[in-house]
């Protein structure tokens, strides 16, 4: 890969991904009556070279939560793991990855990179 392609790269990554950088708490139960009728809490995490955006994730306990951690550029938070939910993710720059679970009233569920330089939970109230 030359200099030109690596920096177009980034300059995609970084327009794609500049409106998704906090958090988004979605539900069905806001009043509109949509065709999806379970509550669903879709939170994004970006990743770049100075970790997990945010770190600190609030979620609702027993409402599914769609998580999806997208790397946003070259650091070492793309190699991370989240034992309670048995999750090893592997990323590299541009792609990303959705995980799915429903968190338990009171649970915190830790992630870190793999050197553990990086960390980040996910609290469910
Ligand atoms: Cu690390």
Redesign the pocket.
């Known amino acids: 890969m030359n200099n030109k392609q690596i920096l177009a790269g980034l300059a995609l990554g970084a327009g794609l991904l500049g409106a998704s950088v906090a958090p988004q708490i979605a539900s069905a139960h806001n009043g509109e009556d949509h065709t999806k009728t379970q509550k669903v809490q879709k939170v994004t995490v970006s990743i770049d070279a100075k970790g997990f955006h945010p770190a600190a994730i609030k979620v609702k306990a027993g409402e599914e939560v769609h998580l999806t951690f997208v790397s946003k550029g070259e650091?070492?938070?793309n190699?991370?793991t989240i034992p309670a939910l048995k999750e090893t993710v592997k990323l590299k720059k541009g792609e990303k990855k959705e995980i799915t679970f429903t968190p338990k009233k009171g649970q915190v569920i830790g992630f870190?990179?793999?050197?553990?330089?990086?960390k980040g939970t996910i609290t469910a109230k």
């Open positions: 650091s070492c938070a190699g991370f870190a990179c793999n050197m553990k330089m990086f």
